[in-house]
Each structure stands twice: as structure tokens, then as C-alpha cells.
């Protein structure tokens, strides 16, 4: 299987801080890489397709990059909304793994 | 607009099988492919595998395979995720989730999810 390891795990940050998280695939996965957020007691939502696509509706704040095997995904200017917890996803290879999590809370 | 509406918590004893459905609606059922994950408390999600609702094809993950099944009725574009053997560590939530049939194709809509706890 295709281990996907995200760091930091949880970080703290302030309202319009720029948050980065990074997602690294333990072999070339292409940009077959998807990024969630989901918040507590709710289902994920997808973010990112395509390592760097945003679905319809997600704010522009967002962004992801990378390819093969690193990937990052960006909060530009953190907003009340985005605490939450992101995952990434590789959908090159099956089964299809998730990260562990990164979790985004206030500081 | 489109819905995946799971059917609800169920309490199973180790040993049981349980059933899972995930409805569709807002779009065309047979389009898309449909994956359940499962989310133990604390933990990111696992993927457990696919099903195409129009060939019935399926893929799942090899630490499932033997334990479950996924299947779908067109008629009322349902899918379902049946595992067996119940064990305590199967406790968890189960979402479906839908992505354009076809390989390398990413997940787009979520189902809400289904609480399945397994106790004695």
C-alpha cells in the first residue's frame, strides 16, 4: 500500500495566518492527490483534486501543489471557518490511503 | 443537487454482519462510481473500496476482501456495504462517496456517515 504521511499533525495559528501542511506519499503517486477538511462530528469535504484543482465553491484562500510524491496544501489567510482537520488522499494506486491528519486549531 | 443519504447507527454483536445503504439523488446514479470509507474516532479515514453502480464491478481493499460486499440496486440508486464477521475494531463511521466512474478519478460528494458499533 501507498503510506501517505502528513506533518505537522495539529498546529496552532491566528485568524489571516498563512497555514501550510504537507503530505508526502511513500512512492510517486503523479498529482493523484486530493485534500479534505472535515470538522468534528461531520463527514470530510473534498477541497482539492489533482493535487492543486479546487471543487466548485471552495474559497480561493485554498491551494495545494506537488507532484510524485510531495505535496503541500495552503490556507493563504486563516478564517474562523477553517479550524478544522485536513487529510490528504492518493487515488493513483489501490486501495486508496488517507494521511493520519493534520489538525488546525486556534491559537 | 446531489445527496448521498446513509441509512442509520446500528449496534451489532461481534460475530454479526451489518448492512449499510447510501441513496443517491441529484444526479445520474449509473455516472458514478461509489467508495465506502470507514473512520475510526481519532484516526483518519480508511478506504475499504469501490463499486461501478452501472456494471456492479468491484474493487475492494485486500484487508476486506472476504469480509465484504458491496452491491446496488439501480431501481432506486442505492448502494450498499455489507461486512461480516464483526469484530470490536470494525466500530466506526461509514461514509460513501461518490467519483466519476473510471480510474484515477477523485471523490467529490460525501454520504454523511453511519455509526456501526460492535459490543458484546
Known amino acids: 500500500d501507498v503510506q501517505m504521511t502528513q506533518s505537522p499533525s495539529s498546529l496552532s495559528a491566528s485568524l489571516g495566518d498563512r497555514v501550510t501542511i504537507t503530505c508526502r506519499a511513500s512512492?510517486?503517486?503523479?498529482?493523484?492527490l486530493a485534500w479534505y477538511q472535515q470538522k468534528p462530528g461531520r463527514a470530510p469535504k473534498s477541497l482539492i483534486y489533482?493535487?492543486?484543482s479546487l471543487h466548485s465553491g471552495v474559497p480561493s484562500r485554498f491551494s495545494g501543489s506537488g507532484s510524485g510524491t510531495s505535496f503541500t496544501l495552503t490556507i493563504s489567510s486563516l478564517q474562523p471557518e477553517d479550524f478544522a482537520t485536513y487529510y490528504c488522499?492518493?487515488?493513483?494506486?489501490?486501495?486508496?490511503?488517507f494521511g493520519g491528519g493534520t489538525r488546525v486549531d486556534i491559537k | 443537487q446531489v445527496q448521498l443519504v446513509q441509512s442509520g447507527a446500528e449496534v451489532k454483536k461481534p460475530g454479526a454482519s451489518v448492512k449499510v445503504s447510501c441513496k443517491a439523488s441529484?444526479?445520474?446514479?449509473?455516472?458514478?462510481?461509489i467508495n465506502w470509507m470507514r473512520q475510526v474516532t481519532g484516526q483518519g479515514p480508511e478506504w475499504i473500496g469501490w463499486?461501478?453502480?452501472?456494471?456492479?464491478?468491484?474493487g475492494y481493499a485486500p484487508r476486506f476482501q472476504g469480509r465484504v460486499t458491496m452491491t446496488r440496486d439501480t431501481s432506486v440508486n442505492t448502494a450498499f456495504m455489507e461486512l461480516s464477521t464483526l469484530r470490536p475494531d470494525d466500530t466506526a463511521v461509514y461514509y460513501c462517496?461518490?467519483?466519476?466512474?473510471?480510474?484515477?478519478?477523485?471523490?467529490?460528494?460525501w454520504g454523511q456517515g453511519t455509526l456501526v458499533t460492535v459490543s458484546s
Open positions: 462517496a461518490r467519483d466519476y466512474a473510471g480510474e484515477g478519478q477523485p471523490i467529490d460528494y
Open positions: 512512492q510517486g503517486i503523479n498529482t493523484y
Open positions: 488522499q492518493q487515488y493513483n494506486t489501490y486501495p486508496h490511503t
Open positions: 489533482a493535487a492543486s
Open positions: 463499486m461501478n453502480p452501472y456494471s456492479g464491478n468491484t
Open positions: 441529484g444526479y445520474t446514479f449509473t455516472n458514478y462510481d
